[in-house]
């Protein structure tokens, strides 16, 4: 599932045919009342390797991208996992996350309880930015921290 939208030249690729736009609503302690738009899985990611789980590939057109930061959210702040200056190798970066043995960082955990958020920096081979992306959401099917209703399905989140 591509999520940035067409014209973009970057496409964040799920490895999942199971998804649909959802909107997540509620009331949290620090923020108050909100309403987010994300793209929403029925499979979970799999471990892969060690403690990691595959989560998406970034995937450019653009021949000017040459490497990107980019990092991966909850919802609500709280960086999980941050990617600094990976090259693309055929026009690709492929995230993955650590599964790691402490509850904040638990995949369960991750899953059951947020909104994930994904922002990125693409910069050019002279480190100039050419592109930059922020606030992609997605969230799994075993997300049940607040309430979640479905959308239009044929949406793109940017």
């Excluded at 940035?4 to 302690?29: C, H, I, M, R, W």
């Excluded at 994300?38 to 021949?63: C, G, M, Q, R, W």
């Excluded at 930061?69 to 055929?90: H, P, V």
């Amino acid at each position: 599932m591509a999520v940035v939208n067409e014209e973009s030249g970057y496409q964040l690729n799920f490895p999942s045919d199971s998804a649909k736009v959802q909107k997540a609503s509620g009331t949290d302690e620090e923020i108050g009342e909100f309403e987010v738009y994300a793209v929403a899985f029925s499979d979970s990611p799999k471990l892969v390797e060690d403690s990691y789980v595959f989560l998406f590939d970034l995937v450019t057109t653009n021949p000017d991208a040459y490497k990107v930061d980019l990092g991966i959210n909850t919802y609500f702040g709280g960086q999980l996992e941050y990617l600094a200056q990976a090259e693309f190798k055929d026009g690709k970066v492929s995230v993955y996350m650590y599964n790691g043995p402490y509850q904040y960082n638990s995949l369960a955990n991750i899953i059951e309880n947020h909104v994930l958020n994904v922002d990125f920096v693409v910069y050019d081979a002279e480190d100039n930015v050419i592109e930059y992306y922020e606030n992609i959401n997605f969230m799994y099917k075993e997300f049940n921290r607040y309430d979640v209703a479905d959308i239009a399905s044929s949406c793109w989140i940017l």
